[in-house]
């Protein structure tokens, strides 16, 4: 057991915490006030291979595994909450969900634009009236009388991404009778076609700048080569994704604290209290001390998981080395 980065890992790291400081640590407070999405830095973070970090070159990603997903994810998050959740959002719940249960074509067609960042993906399972009990959803997709379309009627709350996202995943019932586990089914919705519509945004008391949304769909014809996995496995890709997910998440945390501890250090060497910088204190000191274990206990735990969600993939997709391209563009564009 060691518990060192390799060499591609430490360079994707640097990468990404370059990256992070350099470009997004200046435009941070502005956009969290604004509340606008940070567009030009998220093309630049999809140039850069971040946007679609696991996903191999053939499909426009960096081709990197999943403890270089996490090292991403955590150094944009200690930047910013918000490009981490921008980010998470559409390597984990939008890539992975086409990643790992979408045909070659539907992989060139949908995830080849999100994963190299020139559009934006998103995920679509909650609804106003269904959110952990994902079995009270009412979204719809009926199958056309000649099996070419279905006609999806739908509204779907809290969409990160939602109002600028090219492409979404979406799920709907198509069999609502069936038993929670085989009712749903999952597509993909390309933004631009009639009858979607971005509803209310939510206005959030944090993470602002990763845009939140309400979506609509009235009598939305989506084209049945649209459709991921067969009828009725939505339910079992949807819970996949998110336990796949949860690796990120747990990185924007990581990242996040250690970027409070940072800024909590430097602090109490300004900070000036009873003719002595707080610091020196000792009851300050042991906060530090207690923040640091927190904070390094979280490491292990999230690179353990990340270690052994690619070691699952790795096994899934029959891929041997951690190492899955070395001439990667994106790859070569981190070294250079
Ligand atoms: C910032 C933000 C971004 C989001 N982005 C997306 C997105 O991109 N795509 C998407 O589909 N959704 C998104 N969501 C929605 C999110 O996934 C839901 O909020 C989540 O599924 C919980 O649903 P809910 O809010 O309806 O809470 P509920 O499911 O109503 O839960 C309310 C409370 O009850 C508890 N609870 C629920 N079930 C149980 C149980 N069985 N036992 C004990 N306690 C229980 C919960 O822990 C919680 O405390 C986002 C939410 C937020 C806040």
Redesign the pocket.
Known sequence: MHFQLNEEQQMIQAAAREFAQNEIVPIAAQFDASGEFPLETIRKAGELGFMGVEVPEEYGGAAFDTIGYALVVAEISAADAAHG?IVS?NNS?FGNSLLDFATHEQKQRFLEPVASGQAIG?????EP?????VSMMRGRAELSADGSYYTINAR???????PVAKYIVL?VKTDPDAAASSSISVFVIDTDEPGFRCGKT?P?LG?RA?A?CEIEFSDYRCPVENRIGKEGEGFRIAMSVLDAGRVGIAAQALGIAEAAYGAAIEYSRERQAFGARIGTFQAIQSKFADMKVRIEASRLLVMQAAWQKWNAKRRAHGIRSTVVSQNCTHRRRLCS
């Open positions: 959740t959002v719940l998103a995920y679509a399972l909650t009236q269904s959110g952990s009990d779907k709350a809290w969409i990160s991404s939602g799920f939510e959030k993470i990763s939140t």
